[in-house]
């Protein structure tokens, strides 16, 4: 009986780890996806800013600061979960 509860442990175990993995694995996938479109977005959009800035409104140029700074913290998020996917594979 012991035995079995063992073998059932070590297997519950070895699943359990392998959903971790896939779970870091699908962390980065997702960071290192997720950054070059909202690189490419923040790039437009200081091309919009630098060559177009003076033609818009107070409001456009307020909004277009906006999304450069709305971009910039989803990069960041990005970032950090990133970062917790490598955290997350150090040893304890």
Same mark, same amino acid.
């Given at each position: 009986?012991?035995?079995?509860?063992?073998?059932?442990?070590?297997?519950?175990? #070895?699943?359990?780890?392998?959903?971790?993995?896939?779970?870091?694995?699908?962390?980065?996938? /997702?960071?290192?996806?997720?950054?070059? %479109?909202?690189? #490419?977005?923040? /790039?437009? #959009?200081?091309?919009?800013?630098?060559?177009?800035?003076?033609?818009?409104?107070?409001?456009?140029?307020?909004?277009?600061?906006?999304?450069?700074?709305?971009?910039?913290?989803?990069?960041?998020? /990005?970032?950090?979960?990133?970062?917790?996917?490598?955290?997350?594979? #150090? %040893?304890?």
């Amino acid at each position: 009986m012991n035995e079995e509860l063992e073998n059932r442990v070590e297997d519950r175990t #070895a699943e359990l780890k392998a959903a971790v993995s896939e779970l870091e694995a699908f962390s980065r996938t /997702v960071s290192h996806d997720l950054k070059s %479109p909202l690189r #490419a977005l923040d /790039v437009y #959009a200081s091309t919009l800013q630098e060559e177009c800035g003076e033609m818009l409104s107070v409001e456009g140029r307020e909004l277009l600061m906006d999304m450069r700074h709305q971009i910039g913290e989803m990069i960041q998020l /990005v970032e950090h979960l990133l970062r917790y996917a490598v955290t997350s594979q #150090a %040893p304890l």
